[in-house]
Nanobody, 127 residues
Framework: QVQLVESGGGLVQAGGSLRLSCAAS????????MGWFRQAPGKEREFVAA????????YYADSVKGRFTISRDNAKNTVSLQMNSLKPEDTAVYYC????????????????????WGQGTQVTVSL
């Protein structure tokens, strides 16, 4: 069974930066895309960014465009999220997600499309 393990969350002041990473492991598998979602207290889990695994095309929520950058390392089955110019409204639990093994077309923005999830990592941005 594929496991996704996130790292890199923490506390940072507004305007600062953090880098999240997520590693996929667990036997032989095919990754079609990986992404990041976040969930703030009392809110729905929302799309942040995604990357097409083979082609490298990237997709971002409007709220993070120009501030966040998603990247991948195919050889290591890892995806990273570089977060710059952080704002208090970026505070949330960030989840790594992946579409693995079964291909049903691409729908990067929908959390229902992903079939593997990490446990989440807390990002807190203070004033």
């Amino acid at each position: 069974q594929v496991q996704l393990v996130e790292s890199g969350g923490g506390l940072v002041q507004a305007g600062g930066s953090l880098r999240l990473s997520c590693a996929a492991s667990g036997g032989t598998f095919t990754i079609y895309a990986m992404g990041w979602f976040r969930q703030a207290p009392g809110k729905e889990r929302e799309f942040v960014a995604a990357i097409h695994w083979s082609g490298g095309s990237t997709y971002y929520a409007d709220s993070v465009k120009g501030r966040f950058t998603i990247s991948r390392d195919n050889a290591k089955n890892t995806v990273s999220l570089q977060m710059n110019s952080l704002k208090p409204e970026d505070t949330a639990v960030y989840y790594c997600a992946a579409r693995i093994n079964t291909f049903i077309g691409f729908n990067y923005y929908s959390k229902a499309w992903y079939n593997s999830w990490g446990q989440g990592t807390q990002v807190t941005v203070s004033l």
